[in-house]
């Protein structure tokens, strides 16, 4: 599992970490950022990545990913 918002060493200088095996102590730390993002609603690891989104008809279309360095294609159906 690659962490993307913090390492095993940095957790294991934290002495409730210290004992713990390195195993349990990512599994831990994955569940951690699963939560994270899901709570964010926004991956936090860099990238590429493809998305899908529903628009509201409005002019702005908010991105769940940011900081965004560019982007490839931008396609936009109208199921009308």
């Not at 095993?8 to 990512?26: G, H, L």
């Not at 994270?36 to 279309?61: I, K, Q, S």
């Amino acid at each position: 599992m690659a962490l993307t918002l913090t390492t095993v060493a940095r957790a294991r200088r934290k002495a409730a970490f210290a004992d713990i095996s390195t195993d349990v102590v990512t599994d831990f730390l994955g569940a951690a950022e699963d939560w994270v993002e899901a709570y964010c609603d926004r991956l936090f690891a860099r990238g590429t990545t493809t998305g899908t989104y529903n628009g509201d008809g409005g002019r702005r279309l908010y991105l769940r990913n940011v900081p965004v360095s560019s982007i490839t294609s931008c396609v936009i159906t109208d199921d009308e």
